[in-house]
């Protein structure tokens, strides 16, 4: 059983170390308040109190900060005893962040891995539980096992460093414009006098039938054929007034959909109208930049 050193003992941080520490794994904990790791050591964890003993303590170094910035920070005093270690980040940021990362980590002599999880902590450990992984494929291959212990669908996307931190800004673009919308149609039920859970059958269909179309969608755009109509942008274009009607009819805000809109009106003056709306991709892309 590798030991596994957590540093940052959020919701996260904490499922990590539970899912390490049930699985047998030797498990060292820090965290900058350190009454946060009480529940952890009741548990069989071993809390170090400064960072340098936290890192030492195991071959595998997993950080759960917030973000890249926090993890260079959170790690500088401990530079020196990462040389040789695997270090593995999971945390939030930008590709440039990653990448940033990673030559800060190879400067110190670590063995860098940058990761995502795609769930929430309370599915850390579930056979279903994505996580992906971007660098030093000896790290991956070498602690595979021990990595599954957080999730068993554990995939490595590549060498470059930067990628799993641009595939989570890839998939998340989807999470905010999806929330908003079941926000939107719950402030809508919710003004005729209906329960909210009363949608979340519907919405989950909605969400299903979305699913089952991003292949076709994906196909699309890598071919560059918007020919094989399901949608078009111009069905879209027609809906404007039914948004903006509906705002006006249950007091909603419907501002949100401002951008979208224009979106759509500007794959019409680029010729996209008849064209799926996948199309739009081509009017998100910047051209000659």
């Not at 400064?50 to 030492?56: E, F, G, M, N, P």
């Not at 039914?242 to 705002?247: A, P």
């Amino acid at each position: 059983m590798t030991p596994v050193t957590i540093i940052g003992l959020g919701s996260m941080g904490t499922a990590l170390a539970e899912a390490f520490v049930a699985a047998g794994h030797p498990t060292t904990v820090w965290n900058r308040t350190a009454a946060k790791a009480a529940a952890l050591v009741a548990k069989g964890a071993s809390h170090a109190t400064a960072i340098q003993d936290a890192v030492a303590a195991s071959p595998l170094v997993i950080a759960c900060l917030t973000d890249y910035d926090a993890t260079r920070q959170t790690l500088e005093p401990a530079a020196a005893t990462l040389a040789g270690r695997a270090l593995v980040t999971l945390n939030s940021g930008s590709p440039a962040g990653a990448r940033e990362m990673a030559a800060w980590a190879a400067g110190h002599g670590a063995r860098f891995l940058d990761g995502a999880i795609k769930n929430v902590p309370s599915a850390v450990g579930a056979p279903g539980t994505l996580l992906y992984y971007g660098g030093d494929k000896t790290v991956f291959d070498e602690h595979l096992t021990t990595l599954k212990v957080m999730g068993g669908d554990t995939v490595h996307l590549g060498t470059e460093p930067d990628l799993a931190a641009l595939y989570e800004m890839a998939v998340g673009g989807t999470l905010l414009p999806a929330l908003v919308g079941f926000f939107q149609g719950a402030a809508l039920v919710q003004a005729r006098g209906l329960e909210v859970s009363s949608m979340v059958r519907f919405t989950a269909k909605w969400l299903e039938m979305i699913i089952s179309l991003l292949p076709v969608l994906a196909e699309e755009i890598d071919s560059g054929d918007y020919s094989k109509l399901g949608s078009s942008v111009n069905v879209f274009v027609a809906g404007i007034p039914y948004d903006e009607e509906l705002g006006q009819e249950a007091n909603l805000d419907v501002t949100w959909h401002a951008p979208l809109h224009d979106l759509l009106r500007r794959a019409v003056e680029a010729g996209y109208g008849e064209h799926s709306i996948s199309a739009l991709t081509e009017v998100l892309r910047k051209q000659g930049g």
